[in-house]
Nanobody, 123 residues
C-alpha cells in the first residue's frame, strides 16, 4: 500500500502561483511513477501531469504546458506541482496518484490516490 497526502492548495487570484505537494508513505517511493489529476465541479477527472520514477521523464496536459512544472524528491518521498500563471479554469480538486506504469496519463493506470487538495482561482 502507498499512502498519499496532498497539501498546498488554496485560493489565489488569476495570474498567481501555488505549489502543491504530495507526501508518500508505505512502499518505496522511487518504485512508482507519480501523477497529478484534477476534477472541477460537474466535470470528469482529468490528467494534469506525470513524472517517471527517477524524474527523468515528464508529461503534461496541453492545458497546463508552460505554466505547470512537476518534480519529485525521492529522498523526501514527495512529488510537487508548481503552478504558475493560474487561470480560473484551473479551479479544481487536485489529486496525486502513484502508478507502476511509467508516467501514464490515464487515471486507470494508477493504483493509489490521495484525498485531494482544493485549488480556487478567482478572476
Amino acid at each position: 500500500q502507498v499512502q498519499l497526502v496532498e497539501s498546498g492548495g488554496g485560493s489565489v487570484q488569476a495570474g498567481g502561483s501555488l505549489r502543491l505537494s504530495c507526501a508518500a508513505s508505505g512502499r518505496t517511493f522511487s518504485d512508482y511513477g507519480m501523477g497529478w489529476f484534477r476534477q472541477a465541479p460537474g466535470k470528469e477527472r482529468e490528467f494534469v501531469s506525470a513524472i517517471s520514477r527517477l524524474g527523468a521523464n515528464t508529461n503534461y496536459a496541453d492545458s497546463v504546458k508552460g505554466r505547470f512544472t512537476i518534480s519529485r524528491d525521492n529522498a523526501k518521498n514527495t512529488v510537487y506541482l508548481q503552478m504558475n500563471s493560474l487561470k480560473p479554469e484551473d479551479t479544481a480538486v487536485y489529486y496525486c496518484a502513484a502508478t507502476n506504469y511509467g508516467y501514464a496519463s490515464s487515471g486507470r493506470r494508477y493504483d493509489y490516490w490521495g484525498q485531494g487538495t482544493q485549488v480556487i482561482v478567482s478572476s
